[in-house]
Nanobody, 125 residues
Framework: VQLQASGGGLVQPGGSLRLSCTAS????????IGWFRQAPGKEREAVSCLSMMDGSTYYTDAVKGRFTISRDNAKNPVYLQMNSLKPEDTAVYYCARVARRSCSREALRYGVEYWGKGTQVTVSS
């Protein structure tokens, strides 16, 4: 099982980035994919989730209306489109395989099986 997050970078406040999570070594259609982030000095937090099985999604309150998780035509990768970025979005972003049929805060808290390597997102002027 491998997961690789990519697409991070430096962006100004109000800008956009699209992160990609490329999964391999398992049938993606039978899992959920979660996005997490960890800012310096803070605990890792759940950001978003997409279930490939029932199509459910989850967003933490801080990113609702700004971030969108998606997958094009049942293909790899899973994307996290991040718009209206704020300095507080600065963090290392990770994707993970979640062994839950549906996405929820609890699924992301208890269902992570594998982590991918992260990608740095820096929002600064």
């Amino acid at each position: 099982v491998q997961l690789q997050a990519s697409g991070g970078g430096l962006v100004q406040p109000g800008g956009s980035l699209r992160l990609s999570c490329t999964a391999s070594g398992f049938p993606l259609d039978y899992y959920s994919i979660g996005w997490f982030r960890q800012a310096p000095g803070k605990e890792r937090e759940a950001v978003s989730c997409l279930s490939m099985m029932d199509g459910s999604t989850y967003y933490t309150d801080a990113v609702k209306g700004r971030f969108t998780i998606s997958r094009d035509n049942a293909k790899n990768p899973v994307y996290l489109q991040m718009n209206s970025l704020k300095p507080e979005d600065t963090a290392v972003y990770y994707c993970a395989r979640v062994a839950r049929r549906s996405c929820s805060r609890e699924a992301l808290r208890y269902g992570v099986e594998y982590w991918g390597k992260g990608t740095q997102v820096t929002v600064s002027s």
